[in-house]
Every structure is written in C-alpha cells, then in structure tokens.
C-alpha cells in the first residue's frame, strides 16, 4: 500500500514538473510563439488574422498549457469591400501539449472561444464568406513549418454569437453558443462541424412577412453540419434540439447558388412536442392560427420544409400530427380523451401562393367526448384566412350523458341510448360570431333514439318508452317518427320543423313546428298549464344549462301547428274521445282551432284562445257547441262551473248549447269568475231535478201534495248573460212534473242572487203520475198567478212570497 501511494506520489510530480516545465519554456517563448501561431493561423484561412496579446495559463486545461489570445478578430479577403469579421473574439484559448512544448513544439489540441461573434453572410450578388477558410491536404490538421500544429477538430465556444444573413431575400439566422462543445473537421472539399450544448436561438425567419422559428428559444443542441465547397451545399445530418419539455430532431439540406439563390429541405420530427411550447418554436403567422387551440398532452409531429432562398415565395410546408389521450379546448368547445390523427399543407394548389389561403388540415382520424358525448370522426378546414370546414361526426352515446349540459332540476334524461351522424360542410367562422342566428352552411344529419325516458319537471310531465328517427338539412327538420308515452300515454308524432335545426339554426324571428300528433288514450292534464317560474337562486345555478335555456328560447320563438287525432283524451276530470283538431301555439298564445270530440255522452266542438302563457294570469277566450250531452256528466266534468247551488248529483238531461265566453285562467286551469264575461243560450230535453233543496222548499207553501224531490222538465230553452260571478237570465219557461213557473233575473254564484219566480194558478189543476209537461212559450197569456223571489240568506238561496214583484 505503501509502495503504491510511493508510485502515486511520483507520478502526479511528474506531471506537475513537466506543466510547470512547459509552462517556462512557454514564457521564454510568448512573443516568438504569438508571431508564429498569426502567421501560421493565417497561412490556413483566406484573410487575415489579429491578435492583440495571449497570456499563459497552466490551470485552464490542465495538464496541458493555454494561451489566451485577446482580442482576436478573423476577417475574409473581401472585407474591405463588406466591412465585417467572420469572427471577432474577447478571447480564444489554444490549449497545447506540455510534452511536445519542452521540444519547441506547438500542437494546439483544442480551441475555446469566449464572448465572440461568428457572422456569416450571403450578398445580393452571391458572395458567400465562407471562403475564408482554405483547402487542406489534410483530415484532421494542419501541420506547420516552425514547429506548430493547428487542429480545428475541437472548439468550444462560451457565449459565442452566431450568424447567418441571407440579404437577398432577409433570411435570417441567429443564436448564441452559450456553453457548446464544437468540433470542425476541414476536408478535401467540405468542412463538417459538430455542435453539442446549449444554444440561445434568436430566429430562424425564411420568410420576414411570416415571422420566425425558434424565436427567442433555450435549447439543448446536437448538431451535425457538413458544408460542401463545390456544390455550396450546407447538409444538415441527423440532428436533436432538446427544449424545456420537447426533443425535436432536425435534418435537411441547404444549397447555395453562385448568382444567388438556392433550395432548402428541412424536416422536423418529435413524438413529444408540449404544445405551447410548440408554439414558441413556429413562425409568428402559424402561432397566430394555432393559439386559439390548448392542448394538455404532448403532439407527435412530422413536418417538411421546402423552399427556394432567392424567393420571396414562403416554404412549401407539409406536416403530419398525431394526439393521443389529450383535453383540447378551442373557443367555447372542449373535447376530452381525444385522439386526434392529421395532416396539414400551406399548397393545397401548387399553382397558388404558399401561404394561409392556400391551407389545408385534414384530421383523418378524431375521437373524444364532446359535451360528454363520445364521437368518431374526421375533418378538413380549407384556407385559414377565412376556414371552410367540411366535417363528419357520430354520436354514440346514452342520453343521461346529455344531462351535463341541462338544468336537471327543470329537465332531465333518466334512461335511453342514442346514435348521430351529422356532415357539415360551411364557413367556420360564423360558429364563433355569438350574435349568429342563422348558418350558411351545407347540413346533413340522421338521429335515432331507443328507449329513452325525459322528465320536464317544469310542466310535470315524464315522456319514456322513447324511440325516435330524425333527418335534418341546413333548412329542413324532418320527425320521421316519434313514438313514445307521454304521462303513461302513448303517443305517436311524425312531423318537420322549419327555421329551426337543433343547436344548427336558430329561429332569427319565428320557426315553425308542424307536428301530426296521434293516440289511442292521452291524459293531456297539465300540458297546458303556464311555464314554472324559477327564483333567483335557481337562476343563478343554471347559468351555463345550455340546453335549457335553448328550451326557454324556443318557448318564445317557435311556432307550433299541432294537429291531434286521439281516440281518448283526458284532461284533469274533462274525458273525451274522438279528438281531432288543430292547436297553435306562438307569439304566447295558444289556440285551439276546429276542436271536435264527443265527450259527456254527447258531441262537442269548439275554438278557444288562451293569451299571454308567460304571465300568472291568461286570458282565455272560447266558442263552443255542446249537442246531446248528458247534462249530469257536463257539469261534473266542469265541476259544476263553481257553484255550489246546482250539482252534478241533482240533475239529470239532454244539453244543448252555444257558448261564447271570454275569462282568465291561473297556472293550475282554474276559471277565474271574476274576468268571466260571455253568453250562453241552450235548451235542455228531458231535464230532471233530484234532491234539490231550493225546490223542495216550495212545497212548504206550494202544492204540498206534489213531490219536489224528484222533479221532471219539459224542454227547457234560455239565454244566460254572464258578468263575472253574476248569470242575468233571460224570462225562461219551466214547465215540470210538480209545476209550471216562469223564470228571470240574476242567479249569483257570490249570494247575490235575485230572480223572480211566476207561479200560474192554473198548476192548481191536478196532475198525475203520467203528466207530460208541455212547453206554451214565454210570451203566453197564462192568467192568474202568484209570483215568488228566490233570494240569498245566510249561504243558502231561499224562495219566498212576492206578490208585489214585477216582471223585470
């Protein structure tokens, strides 16, 4: 162990003599060595060489001895003419053999250049300083007279700024060595070089007016150039640029014509580019079209740059990309898991300018969700400038996915699965114009949908057992069918929509929905009713439901032109069969055109008009024939029409009626007597009241021997004038079982009635069980009579002795 740390000890010495020897013998000889090495440095290079003063340094690159040349400058043989440097230095280090230096000898091993400039420039006539450099017979070296060797197969540069100026057409390169190891191999007819380290790019422009590549860039450098003299053709070889978060490889070639000009081919491949980072690296025209796209995962590219240098004419440039499992938001979409497989060029037409306009990007290949709808499908956008998009696209997805874009506490997709191919082909731009109403675009789309179920909570209606079929162009919206129930009612629909395609056309004034609707059994309770109203809270937290507010949107918008024809309709206690007729729903009005349907045993028909659907209150307006009904049923079905005096339960008949009525309706369909306002005019046959206790009463003190329990009329004819809760009749005839009277005067739903009541004295004469009343008119001459006042006390309408009334 000993004898080894021995052995050591000597050894190091020995080096360390040597160094220190070579170091005096490199004193001894500074000034004759620096007249020597300028010399000789000069005798390799068409030009001149400088050098203002070197110093001697053992501990630069130890064990070999340095000499510090400072301010150094290297200037080709038309500098006169141009006035630059090829290479102006603060300082170069010659590192030199200690061993061969104790024999007199220089044999420089390596070079380091710190804070220099390298400028290398191409005129408007061609010249290309290059030419400074001179033809060795050599690989490697240079072998001197004197003793002095030069090799440039080594030189490191610290801080180094490097440039290229192409005048011609303003090509320019820039970048500054900020700590590389470089190695310059002179060849019978080429120079190669080899750069490895870090760089600080400032451009790389082909094209002024486009901007540059590599703009202000760090990079970890790998470079390999070979500049063939002959030819004037620079290749770069396989290459590698490390960025911050990507590894991009280079190759190409450039070549350089004697009168100016020449061609260039570079590619460019990564299978790891961060986009935004990306960004940075690409010409200020492309970053400009591509900055509206965010992409989280890195992009694998490929792209091709060809072009001429003595053009003004930009590159041809072709690209391939692909995306694998990335986020992608552009403007207001946003697609998740996507796999993105493309293309793009900038000379779609070869015979055009190689520019935006010329564009083209083909997506071959697109998947991802959308709105958390997965899709499949591919793309082309056309010229940049103004992009043409040609699109196909097909949703597969469970309508539940749709819930992510809708208020479910309004509207909501429980169950069902559906299927969209849509192909767009049109002006992208007018996507991004909010104000849009209305798309120039070529359409075309299928939709189907199985087994879907959707609740509308805000009109409390549930439509399940869904299945669909739609076909849609940019101007029409075909409903093949539709088949579903509505409520647990089955319902059929097949219809078209115009001025307005979903989420494609908006309705700029009004749309049309023309729907032929169909069932064997609907419950139509609660459809007609208002919109729900939303406080402020729920406002606020369906601020981006898209879709609902769509919904809302097309309540306002859209006309409907309904037609129905159901074999059985219910609506709350109102039953109807045979329904047929039209509805038209627009501008917040609904009407009900041409309406038919027997209901209550009988046959109706009527129009009605309900007003202002947005409001609490609607107007309501209706026209209406009644034939036949079974007067019992009628009144039940409209719950007496809110009196309490005479019910479903006490009468029994045959109705006919012409009814024209105006009134308001409430949320819940309830009249609002107070706007009733209209006319009635019927006639009952085979009338018959039961348990009615205001007729009961007048056997108190009318012929006590008849039974006013169960009382039956002959027809029954009047003329009813409705104000609000007040009903003014008409002079009336009542010819019954029990008796004949004549009627008139106010009947009020609101104990306000007042009628009087004439009571011939000819009811004396006895009538049987086998009386058939018998109408005479109400203009009659009926003789003697006793006349009474039905009037309201306490809640209850009471009859009494009148003789003073007068016929009003």
Same mark, same amino acid.
């Given at each position: 162990?000993k ?14 003599l ?8 490199a ?29 001697i ?15 150094i ?14 290479l102006?230095?603060?300082?170069i ?24 400039d390298?400028f ?13 450099f ?33 005048s011609l ?8 060595f ?34 540059s590549f ?21 290749v770069?070889?396989?290459?590698m ?41 690409i010409?200020q ?8 796209f ?5 992009? +694998?590219?490929?792209v $091709? #740059? !060809?072009?001429? &240098? ?6 041809? =440039?072709d /690209?391939? %990309? @692909? ?6 938001s ?15 060029t ?15 990007i ?5 998947q ?8 499949k499908?591919?793309a ?11 699109l196909?696209?097909?949703?597969? +997805?469970?309508?539940? $996915? #749709? !819930?992510?874009? &809708? ?6 997709? =429980?169950? /069902?699965? %559906? @299927?969209s ?22 359409l ?14 805000a ?18 919206f ?12 089955p319902v059929l629909?097949?219809?078209s929509?115009s ?7 908006l ?14 059994a ?5 459809l ?10 729920a406002?606020?937290?369906r ?9 809302d ?18 609506s709350?206690?109102i039953?109807?069969t045979?329904?047929?007729?039209k ?21 109706l ?9 947005n ?10 024939s ?15 029409f ?15 009626a ?18 009733l306002?209209g ?8 009338g ?17 021997n008849?039974?006013f329990?169960d009382v039956q009329?002959g ?7 409705m ?6 009749i ?5 010819e019954s ?8 005067g ?17 009811n ?9 009343p ?13 006349r ?18 007068k016929?009003?």
């Amino acid at each position: 162990m000993k004898k080894l740390a021995k052995i050591t000890l000597w050894i190091v010495a020995s080096v360390m003599l040597i160094a220190l020897t070579a170091y005096g013998v490199a004193v001894s000889y500074k000034k004759e060595m620096l007249s020597v090495i300028n010399e000789k440095i000069g005798e390799s290079i068409n030009g001149t060489v400088q050098i203002n003063d070197f110093s001697i340094t053992l501990f630069h690159d130890f064990p070999n001895i340095s000499l510090s040349l400072k301010g150094i400058s290297l200037r080709g043989p038309q500098h006169e003419k141009y006035k630059h440097d090829f290479l102006s230095a603060g300082v170069i280090d010659l590192n030199v053999e200690a061993m061969k230096l104790l024999h007199k000898q220089v044999n420089i091993k390596s070079i380091d250049v710190l804070n220099g400039d390298v400028f290398i420039f191409r005129t408007k006539d061609g010249y290309l300083n290059l030419d400074i450099f001179k033809k060795q017979n050599k690989k490697d070296t240079t072998s001197l007279s004197n003793n002095v060797s030069i090799s440039f197969e080594k030189i490191n540069f610290r801080n180094v700024r490097l440039a290229f100026h192409d005048s011609l057409k303003e090509k320019l390169f820039g970048a500054t060595f900020v700590r590389t190891e470089n190695r310059i191999i002179s060849k019978d007819t080429s120079l190669h070089a080899h750069i490895a380290g870090d760089i600080d790019f400032e451009q790389i422009t082909f094209n002024l007016s486009k901007g540059s590549f590599l703009e202000n860039k760090h990079a970890v450098a790998n470079i390999s150039l070979e500049f063939f003299f002959p030819s004037k053709r620079l290749v770069i070889e396989p290459s590698m640029l490390k960025l911050e978060k990507s590894l991009i490889n280079l190759s190409g070639a450039m070549k350089f014509l004697p009168q100016g000009g020449g061609d260039f081919q570079i590619k460019i491949q990564s299978d790891k580019v961060d986009f935004e980072e990306g960004l940075a690296v690409i010409t200020q025209s492309m970053r400009n079209s591509l900055s509206k796209f965010s992409i989280e995962r890195p992009v +694998a590219i490929q792209v $091709n #740059l !060809n072009g001429q &240098l003595g053009s003004a004419k930009p590159p041809a =440039t072709d /690209g391939k %990309f @692909t995306i694998r499992d990335s986020h992608i938001s552009w403007s207001v979409y946003e697609l998740k898991n996507s796999f993105v497989q493309g293309s793009f060029t900038n000379h779609k037409d070869d015979l055009l300018w190689f520019d935006d306009a010329n564009t083209e990007i083909k997506l071959d290949s697109l998947q991802g969700v959308l709105k958390n709808l997965p899709f499949k499908g591919n793309a082309r956008f056309n010229d940049l400038t103004n992009p043409v998009l040609d699109l196909s696209m097909v949703f597969d +997805a469970d309508l539940k $996915n #749709l !819930n992510d874009d &809708l208020d479910t506490t309004r509207l909501r997709f =429980t169950e /069902g699965h %559906f @299927t969209s191919g849509i192909s767009f082909s049109g002006n992208l731009r007018e996507y991004f114009d909010s104000t849009a109403t209305k798309y120039n675009g070529k359409l075309l789309g299928e939709t189907h949908v199985w087994n879907g179920e959707l609740i509308y909570l805000a009109k409390k209606i549930t439509l399940d057992q869904i299945t669909a079929a739609f076909r849609y162009t940019e101007s029409q919206f075909d409903i093949d069918s539709v088949s579903m129930r509505l409520n647990k009612s089955p319902v059929l629909i097949t219809g078209s929509i115009s001025g307005f395609i979903p989420f494609f056309l908006l309705p700029e004034n009004q749309g049309k929905v023309s729907l032929k609707i169909s069932s064997p059994a609907l419950d139509f309770t609660g459809l007609m009713s208002g919109p729900a109203r939303h406080n402020s809270r729920a406002s606020t937290a369906r601020n981006k439901k898209k879709i609902s507010d769509l919904l809302d949107e097309l309540y306002r918008k859209l006309e409907f032109d309904i037609a129905f024809k159901i074999d059985k309709l219910r609506s709350k206690d109102i039953v109807g069969t045979g329904f047929t007729g039209k509805v038209v729903l627009a501008n917040n009005r609904l009407q009900a055109q041409g309406v038919k349907m027997n209901m209550a045993k009988g046959r109706l028909e009527f129009s009605a008009t309900l007003n202002q659907l947005n409001r609490d209150i609607n107007p309501f307006a209706l026209n209406a024939s009644v034939r036949n009904a079974d007067i019992k049923t009628f009144f039940y079905m409209f719950h007496n029409f809110q009196q309490k005096s005479i019910r479903s339960e006490h009468i029994d008949g045959r109705l006919f009626a012409d009814i024209n009525v105006t009134a308001a309706i409430n949320d819940n369909f309830e009249v609002l007597m107070s706007r009733l306002h209209g006319n009635v005019k019927f006639n009952v046959v085979n009338g018959r009241i039961r348990n009615f206790e205001p007729l009961e009463n007048m056997s108190n003190f009318l012929m006590k021997n008849r039974d006013f329990s169960d009382v039956q009329f002959g027809e029954i004819k009047g003329n009813f004038a409705m104000h609000g809760s007040e009903i003014d009749i008409d002079r009336m005839e009542v010819e019954s079982t029990v008796l004949t009277l004549f009627l008139e005067g106010r009947y009020s739903l609101k104990s306000n009635t007042n009628l009087t009541i004439q009571v011939p004295l000819s009811n004396l004469k006895k009538r049987n069980q086998n009386y058939a009343p018998q109408n005479v008119g109400t203009n009659a001459k009926v003789g003697l009579s006793v006349r009474l006042r039905a009037y309201d006390k306490d809640g209850k309408t009471v009859i009494a002795f009148a003789p003073f009334s007068k016929k009003k």
